[in-house]
């Protein structure tokens, strides 16, 4: 079982974000997968979570626009 960490911005794509957010989730639990999620305030906070991916998870997913993919 892997372990996924989703890093969303809700606003990105006039919230298209946000609604995509739970369906990648339950998808990836379908499949039995564990998935958490965050939504930064910032751009450090988003760093800080990516950063996670040496805590356990497997890979960080990255749901929005170019902002929090940078």
């Known amino acids: 079982m892997a372990r996924y960490l989703i890093i969303h911005n809700p606003i990105s794509g006039t919230g298209l974000a946000a609604r995509l957010v739970p369906a990648i989730a339950a998808e990836l639990r379908a499949r039995g997968h ?7 305030r910032n751009k450090q906070d988003a ?3 990516a ?20």
């Open 34 to 40: 564990s998935v958490d999620d965050v939504c930064p």
């Open 47 to 49: 760093t800080s979570a």
């Open 51 to 70: 950063r996670q991916v040496d805590e356990g998870y497997t890979a960080v997913i990255s749901v929005g626009g170019d902002g929090t993919h940078n």
